[in-house]
């Protein structure tokens, strides 16, 4: 089964001195970065998500800033797609899918930021659209949210949602875990 990675919004706005900084940036982006290396090594398709927000206004991933750049752990090499979306959903009035079926792509394995946006959107449009997905957990972030009054932490937002997406969406493992059984 031919596969790609697809690595989602590692931007710097994401990180320490960004506009929206999450939870344990570096070290998600360090797992990606090793399964980009192999993916790299092995010369097989690397796609990168670069999220671009069209308001001006908008909080983060503004046009033209220091903050929508996709992180030096990840820059993309030449050759080396990069999808610009606007939406949580990868697929959503991009050219992903196009470019999939033109790799003959069946299987993506899936990182990046954040867990509980665009990585749960990407990946249950993904399985829809009849990917087999495994989710590198390790490599994917957050932050903390409330609900009504409620502070949830990082970490629980994002075991819930890797929880969530296990076996019915996605194989959720580890980076290490994923590196061993493709190397």
């Known amino acids: 089964m031919k596969k790609a990675l697809l690595l989602i919004d590692i931007q710097n706005d994401y990180f320490a001195g960004g506009r929206f900084e999450l939870n344990q940036t570096v070290a998600a982006a360090?797992?990606?970065?090793?399964?980009?290396?192999?993916?790299?090594?092995?010369?097989?398709?690397?796609?990168?998500?670069?999220?671009?927000?069209?308001?001006?206004?908008?909080?983060?991933f503004v046009a033209a800033t220091e903050g929508v750049k996709i992180h030096p752990l990840v820059s993309p090499l030449p050759g080396e797609r990069v999808v610009i979306k606007h939406t949580p959903d990868s697929f959503f009035n991009t050219d992903l899918l196009q470019l999939l079926k033109e790799l003959s792509i069946e299987q993506l394995v899936i990182c990046g930021m954040?867990?509980?946006?665009?990585?749960?959107?990407?990946?249950?449009?993904?399985?829809?659209?009849?990917?087999?997905?495994?989710?590198?957990?390790?490599?994917?972030?957050?932050?903390?949210?409330?609900?009504?009054?409620?502070?949830?932490?990082?970490a629980l937002v994002h075991a819930a949602f890797m929880a969530a997406l296990q076996n019915t969406f996605a194989d959720v493992k580890d980076t290490h875990t994923f590196i061993k059984s493709n190397s």
Do not use: Y
């Open 30 to 60: 360090q797992n990606a970065q090793s399964a980009l290396a192999l993916f790299r090594k092995k010369e097989l398709p690397v796609l990168h998500v670069q999220h671009i927000n069209q308001n001006p206004e908008a909080p983060f």
């Open 114 to 154: 954040m867990s509980h946006m665009c990585i749960d959107t990407t990946v249950r449009s993904a399985k829809r659209l009849g990917f087999a997905i495994e989710l590198l957990s390790d490599a994917c972030t957050t932050r903390d949210l409330l609900w009504e009054n409620t502070p949830v932490p990082a």
